[in-house]
């Protein structure tokens, strides 16, 4: 089947706009992650969904930070007021709920000018 | 505690060579140890993962060593082609909630 899915794959937006990044996780994968890859931070670990738990939110480096899952499926990133330090690359991951794999996307870059 | 550190950040070899690429953890609670890569453009993908019961696992070319006592990891590969000019990153999480904490990767190029 069809792998993790992100949408857009580059994403160009001005200092101070909202920007939203989208997952499409493998069909029937009940965890969910995102990560940021930075030329100066490596892969950092954002947030993680699983199932109908609280998400793991510790990851989140603000406010202006933030996520959800609907229905268990999509999963949405959206940043505000976006800053310079905010372009990287964005990562999503699925994983199913009988392995340890966890699977990613070919992430969304997002550069803010 | 949650760092896991990676060596060499750079590597180059011949084809047929064996690169080795070493792990630190610090974390005793992690239960996981996997390996990626990635290529450029592209999401890491995993290429192969360990749990700590076990001292060596090997998957084709690839092996991964593990000693608990030192938490420390390591992948070589066998017979390295062009083709695994890459990017390589271990990463360590605990089996339930397991967020994945990388190492800081490493660039391997791999000269025909």
């Known amino acids: 089947g069809a792998g993790v899915s992100q949408s857009p794959s580059n994403k160009v937006t001005e200092k101070g706009k909202d920007v939203e990044l989208r997952c499409d996780p493998i069909s029937g994968h009940t965890a969910l992650y995102w990560y940021r890859q930075s030329l100066g931070q490596g892969l950092e670990f954002l947030i993680y969904f699983q199932g109908n738990s609280a998400p793991d939110k510790s990851g989140l480096p603000s406010d202006r930070f933030s996520a959800e899952r609907t229905g268990g499926s999509v999963s949405t990133l959206t940043i505000q007021r976006t800053q310079q330090e905010d372009s990287a690359v964005y990562l999503c991951?699925?994983?199913?709920?009988?392995?340890?794999?966890?699977?990613f996307g070919p992430g969304t870059r997002l550069t803010v000018l | 505690q949650q760092q896991v550190k990676q060596s060499p950040q750079s590597l180059i070899v011949q084809k047929g060579g064996i690169p080795i690429i070493n792990c630190a953890y610090e974390n005793t609670a992690f239960d996981y140890f996997p390996w990626y890569q990635q290529f450029p453009g592209k999401g890491p993908a995993l290429l192969i993962a360990i749990r700590p019961d076990v001292s060596e696992k090997k998957e084709g070319r690839f092996t991964i060593s593990f000693n608990k006592s030192a938490k420390q990891f390591s992948l070589h590969i066998m017979d390295s082609q062009p083709g695994d000019s890459a990017t390589y990153f271990c990463a360590a999480s605990k089996i339930q909630g397991g967020k994945l904490i990388f190492g800081q990767g490493t660039e391997l190029s791999v000269k025909p």
């Open positions: 991951a699925s994983e199913g709920p009988s392995t340890d794999t966890q699977y």
